[in-house]
C-alpha cells in the first residue's frame, strides 16, 4: 500500500453484494464473512481498487533480446494507475504508467498463486490463441488477438485488484507502480522454494483418507466445469466456422446477379440492387464473429478458473496428506515407545528380531534409544499440531473464498449469457434488415 | 405459376368462379372469395377433405399444392394486372380450370408408380361435360408433352420436370419427391390449359377426360423417335436468321447459363446450411449437459440449449424450402429453355427450308418460266406462321417468367426473414426469463 495516502474509505468495509461488471473505477464484492477474515489477516485498509483506477491501455511491440541472447519481436502494455481520489475530486491528473509483457504478469500471477494457496487465483488471457475457428488468426502478433489480450489482462489486475485478499498485497501494489526492480523484489519473496511441484504434477494422486468432503466435490465440480466450458468453447469454434460458410456463399449471389442484371431489361434494376444486399449480407458475418469472440473470451476465462478452483482443492488434498502422513508417524513412534518401555512387542520388528535371536539389549542403550525416540514424538507432536493448523486455516480461508468464487461466477456467466443472447438477437435484426431490402428490390422487379 | 394468371377476374356472362362447386368438395360450402381474388387454374380455394378419397394408398403430403400455391399468387395479384401485355387478353375469357393433386402409390405385379388426381372444369364445347376427374401417371403427361410439341411445333411448349431419376439416389417414392414433382405438373398443365392455342388441342382434350390413355402409350415412344429424325433430315441451310431471333437465341443461353450458376450457389448453401445445423445440434447439447452439473446457472443455461434447439428448426424449415420450393422452379427453367431452344431451331428449319424451296423455284422460273409453285407460298406462310406465334409466345414467357422470379426471389427472401424473425423471438424471450430471475433474486437478497 502507498504509504501515507489518504484512503476515502479507509477501514470502511463494503456491505454491497454481487459484482458489477468490472469496471475501472468499480467496487468488489465482500460477504460478512469475508469481513472478519479480512480483518483478522490483512492490514487495516480497503481494497485496492477503491483507492486506484487501474487500466491496461495500450499495446506496444517491441524488440530485444531474450534469455539465450537472440533477438525477438514482443508485446508490451502498458498499464495506468490513479488514485481515485483525484479522480472523484473531478481533478484530471495524468495517470502513472509503465510497461510490463505477459510473461511478466506471468510470473505475478505465480506468486500470487503459491504465496496464496487458499485463494482461487483470477486467471490470465490465453498465452496462445485456442479454440480457433478457420478465419481467426492463431498467431499471437494479429491486431485482433493483442486487443483481446489487452483486455484479458485489464480484466485480471481489476479482479485482483478488487480481490478482499489479493488486493493487499505488497509484490501485486509494486507491480503496478515502479517498472523497475520488480522481478528481482519478487524473486527475493522466494516464493519459488514455497512451490510445490507435487502440486503442479496434475496426475499425482494422494492417497488422503479424511478429506474434507466440500473440498473433493468442489474438485469433482471443477473437473466438471472445465470440462464443459472447453467442450462449449470447441462447438462454438465449430459453428462459427459454419455460419461463416453460409453467409459467404450468398455473396456469389451479387455477382450473377449482376450479370444476369445486364440482360434483362425490366427485371434488371432489382436484380441488381437485390445482389448488392446479398453482396451486404455476405460481409456483415465478419463483425459479427468478432463480436462474439468477446463471449469465447469469457468462457475461456472460467476455463481457467477452474483449474485455479482445482488447485486450491488440491492444495487442501496435499496439506492434509501430509498431516495424516505426519499423524501416521507420530501413531507408530508412540508404539514404538511403548514397545521399548514394556518389552511388549505388539508389532513386528528388526529389533524385535533381533532381541530374540541375540537376546535384550543392554539398558543404557534402550535407555537412549528411548530418550531420542521422546525427543522424535515431540517434534512429531509439534509437526502435527502445526500441520493440523495449517490445514484447518487452510481449509477455513479456501472455503471462505470458493464461496466467493462460487457467487462471481454465477453472477458473470449468467451475465455473458444474457449479452451472448443480446448479440444473437442483433445478428437476427441485422438479417432481417438485409433480406427485407433485398425483398424490396426484388419486388420492383 | 399460372401462365394465363396474369389476367384479372373472368366476365362476360360466366359463371362466377364462386357459384361453381368443385365436384370433389361437394360436402362444402360454396367459397366466397375476398375483392381481389384472382381467378386462376384451381377451383378448390378451400381445400379438399381427405374424407372421400380412398382409392389407391395414399402417399403421404401436405395439403394439396394447388391450395397452398394458390395464395401464394393471391399475394403478386395487384402487380400481375398491370404487367400483363398478353396479345391475346382481350378476347380470352376463363373457361377452362385444370388441378393436379391427391398422388397416391399404386402397386401392381409389374411395377409400383404413382398417379395424380387431375381434374377438370369448364364450360367449353369442346369438352362434352362440365368436370372431369381423372387419373394419371407421370408417363400420361410425358405423352401429352409429346403430342403437343409434335402437333403445335410453333408453340412454346412448357417443361415438365425431369423423367429420370437415379433409383440409388434419389427415392421416387418419397414423400418430397413426390410432392415437388406433383407442383411441376400442375404448374405445366396449368400453363398449357391457360395458353389461347394450345389448350384448344385435341390431345390435352383427352388427356383430361378419358379414362384410360394406355392405349395410346405406345405411340409416344415412336413419335418421339420420328420427330428427331425429322429435325436432322431437314437439310436446308439458313440464310440470314433476322436479328430478333438472334436475339432470343443469344439471351436464352446466356440466361441459362446464369439459372445454372444460380443453382450450384444454391445447392452450396443448402450444404453449408445442413452442415450448420449438424453443429449447432452438437452446440445445444453442450448447454444442456453443462446445465445438469449447475444449480444457479442450470435455468439459464437450459434456456439457451433451448433457443439452439428452436434455431436449429428453423433453419431445418429455412433449408427444406429452398430445396422444394426454390431448385425445382429454376430447374424447370432451364428445362423450359431447352425446349424454346429446340422452337427456335424448328422456326430456323422451316425458315430454311422455305429460302430453299425459294431459291430452286426461282432457278427453276428463270429456265422454264413456270410460276413460283404452291408449295413454296405455303412455306412462306409457315414461316410467316410460326414467326409471328414464336414472337407472341415469347412475349408472354418473357412476362411470365418475370413474375415466376419475381416471386421466386420475394419468397427466398421471405423464408430468410421469418427464420431470423422466429431466432430474434427465441432469444428475446431467453432474455425475458434471465431478467426476471436476476430481480427475482435480487428482492430475495434484500429480503
Known amino acids: 500500500m502507498r504509504p501515507g495516502s489518504p484512503t476515502t474509505s479507509g477501514g470502511k468495509m463494503m456491505a454491497q453484494q454481487g459484482k458489477e461488471p468490472l469496471a475501472a473505477d468499480d467496487v468488489s464484492n465482500n460477504t460478512a464473512a469475508d469481513e472478519s477474515i479480512n480483518n483478522a489477516m490483512v492490514e487495516q485498509g480497503s481494497i485496492l481498487l477503491r483507492r486506484m483506477e487501474i487500466c491496461v491501455a495500450e499495446a506496444e511491440k517491441r524488440s530485444g533480446k531474450n534469455a539465450v541472447n537472440m533477438q525477438e519481436t514482443f508485446t508490451v502494455y502498458l498499464i495506468e494507475t490513479r488514485p481515485m481520489d483525484a479522480v472523484t475530486e473531478g481533478q484530471n491528473p495524468a495517470p502513472d504508467s509503465l510497461w510490463r509483457r505477459y510473461s511478466e504478469f506471468e510470473l505475478l500471477r505465480n506468486y500470487l498463486i503459491v504465496t496464496y494457496p487458499y485463494i482461487v487465483v483470477p486467471p490470465l488471457p490465453e498465452k496462445r490463441a485456442e479454440f480457433v475457428w478457420h478465419k481467426l488468426s492463431a498467431d499471437n502478433m494479429d491486431p485482433d488477438f493483442v486487443e483481446r489480450r489487452r483486455i484479458g489482462l485489464e480484466n485480471f489486475l481489476l479482479r485482483v485488484a478488487s480481490h478482499p485478499v489479493l488486493s493487499n498485497d505488497k509484490i501485486l501494489c509494486h507491480f503496478l507502480t515502479e517498472e523497475h526492480g520488480w522481478k528481482e523484489a519478487v524473486c527475493e519473496t522466494g516464493f519459488h522454494a514455497k512451490s510445490d511441484s507435487r502440486l503442479r504434477a496434475l496426475s499425482a494422486t494422494f492417497r488422503v483418507r479424511n478429506p474434507d468432503k466440500r473440498f473433493m466435490e468442489m474438485k469433482h465440480y471443477s473437473d466438471e466445469l472445465q470440462s464443459h466450458t472447453s467442450q462449449l468453447l470447441r462447438a462454438r469454434a465449430r459453428v462459427a466456422d459454419r455460419l461463416y460458410g453460409v453467409y459467404k456463399v450468398h455473396g456469389n449471389y451479387g455477382r450473377v446477379f449482376s450479370e444476369w442484371s445486364a440482360v434483362e431489361k425490366e427485371m434488371g434494376d432489382g436484380l441488381q440492387s437485390g445482389g448488392h444486399h446479398m453482396d451486404a449480407y455476405a460481409a456483415s458475418i465478419d463483425d459479427i464473429l468478432e463480436e462474439e469472440e468477446h463471449y469465447a473470451d469469457q468462457l475461456k476465462e472460467y476455463l481457467s478458473y477452474a483449474e485455479a478452483l482445482r488447485a486450491v482443492c488440491r492444495k487442501h488434498e496435499l496439506n492434509q496428506f501430509e498431516l495424516e502422513m505426519a499423524s501416521h508417524d507420530l501413531i507408530s513412534k508412540k508404539q514404538q515407545r511403548e514397545e521399548l518401555a514394556t518389552g511388549i512387542v505388539r508389532t513386528f520388528s528388526f529389533k524385535g528380531m533381533t532381541n530374540k535371536i541375540f537376546g535384550q539389549e543392554a539398558p543404557e542403550q534402550r535407555e537412549a534409544r528411548l530418550k531420542l525416540l521422546e525427543e522424535l514424538i515431540a517434534e512429531g507432536e509439534e509437526s502435527v499440531k502445526e500441520k493440523t493448523v495449517e490445514c484447518e486455516e487452510h481449509v477455513e480461508q479456501a472455503w471462505v473464498d470458493m464461496q466467493r468464487f462460487k457467487e462471481q461466477k454465477d453472477k458473470d456467466l449468467r451475465e455473458a449469457l444474457i449479452s451472448y443472447a443480446v448479440m444473437q438477437i442483433s445478428m437476427c435484426k441485422k438479417g432481417i434488415q438485409v433480406w427485407s431490402n433485398a425483398k424490396e428490390c426484388f419486388l420492383k422487379m | ?447
Open chain 2, 1 to 447: 405459376m399460372s401462365v394465363g394468371a396474369a389476367r384479372g377476374l373472368a366476365s362476360s356472362g360466366q359463371k362466377p368462379i364462386a357459384e361453381i362447386l368443385h365436384p370433389l368438395s361437394a360436402a362444402e360450402e360454396p367459397l366466397s372469395p375476398g375483392p381481389d381474388v384472382s381467378v386462376t387454374g384451381s377451383a378448390s380455394v378451400g381445400g379438399e377433405k381427405e374424407a372421400g378419397l380412398t382409392n389407391g394408398t395414399p402417399v403421404e403430403t401436405s395439403s394439396p399444392a394447388s391450395a397452398s400455391s394458390l395464395f401464394n399468387r393471391l399475394q403478386l395479384d395487384d402487380d400481375l394486372e398491370a404487367d400483363a401485355r398478353d396479345p391475346y387478353a382481350a378476347s380470352e375469357t376463363r373457361d377452362l380450370f385444370v388441378t393436379v393433386d391427391d398422388p397416391k402409390k399404386h402397386v401392381s405385379t409389374m411395377e409400383t408408380y404413382i398417379t395424380y388426381r387431375v381434374s377438370t372444369k369448364t364450360t367449353r364445347i369442346e369438352f362434352d361435360l362440365p368436370e372431369y376427374c381423372v387419373r394419371r401417371r407421370y408417363q400420361d403427361f410425358d405423352w401429352l408433352r409429346i403430342k403437343l410439341e409434335d402437333s403445335q411445333p410453333t408453340h412454346l411448349i412448357p417443361p415438365l420436370p425431369e423423367k429420370f431419376v437415379m433409383k440409388g439416389v434419389v427415392d421416387r417414392f418419397s414423400e418430397e419427391f413426390v410432392e415437388t414433382r406433383m407442383k411441376a405438373l400442375d404448374k405445366f398443365l396449368k400453363r398449357v390449359a391457360d395458353h389461347p392455342v394450345l389448350s384448344f388441342n385435341t390431345h390435352l382434350n383427352a388427356f383430361l377426360s378419358a379414362k384410360d390413355l394406355n392405349k395410346r402409350q405406345g405411340l409416344a415412344l415412336l413419335s418421339k423417335v420420328g420427330e428427331s429424325v425429322k429435325h436432322v433430315a431437314g437439310g436446308y441451310k439458313l440464310r440470314a436468321r433476322p436479328a430478333e431471333f438472334c436475339a432470343m437465341g443469344e439471351y436464352l443461353d446466356t440466361f441459362s447459363q446464369k439459372l445454372g450458376t444460380i443453382d450450384r450457389i444454391a445447392q452450396r448453401i443448402l450444404k453449408e446450411q445442413s452442415e450448420h445445423l449438424t453443429e449447432l445440434r452438437e452446440y445445444g447439447a453442450v448447454y444442456s449437459s453443462w446445465a445438469a452439473v449447475e444449480d444457479e446457472l442450470r435455468r439459464p443455461l437450459e434456456g439457451v440449449a433451448g433457443c439452439v434447439t428452436t434455431c436449429c428448426g428453423a433453419v431445418e424449415e429455412l433449408s427444406d424450402s429452398m430445396s422444394q420450393d426454390f431448385l425445382p422452379v429454376l430447374r424447370e427453367y432451364v428445362l423450359y429453355i431447352e425446349s424454346m431452344k429446340n422452337v427456335l431451331r424448328k422456326r430456323d428449319q422451316s425458315q430454311a427450308e422455305y429460302e430453299g424451296r425459294l431459291e430452286a423455284a426461282i432457278l427453276r422460273k428463270q429456265e422454264d418460266r413456270a410460276p413460283i409453285p404452291l408449295e413454296v407460298e405455303k412455306c412462306q406462310d409457315k414461316v410467316e406462321c410460326f414467326n409471328a406465334d414464336l414472337k407472341a409466345d415469347w412475349e408472354r414467357w418473357q412476362s411470365n417468367k418475370r413474375q415466376d422470379f419475381k416471386q421466386l426471389l420475394t419468397g427466398m427472401a421471405d423464408k430468410n426473414i421469418s427464420y431470423y424473425e422466429k431466432s430474434q423471438a427465441a432469444w428475446e424471450s431467453l432474455i425475458t426469463l434471465l431478467q426476471d430471475k436476476q430481480t427475482e433474486d435480487k428482492t430475495s437478497e434484500t429480503n
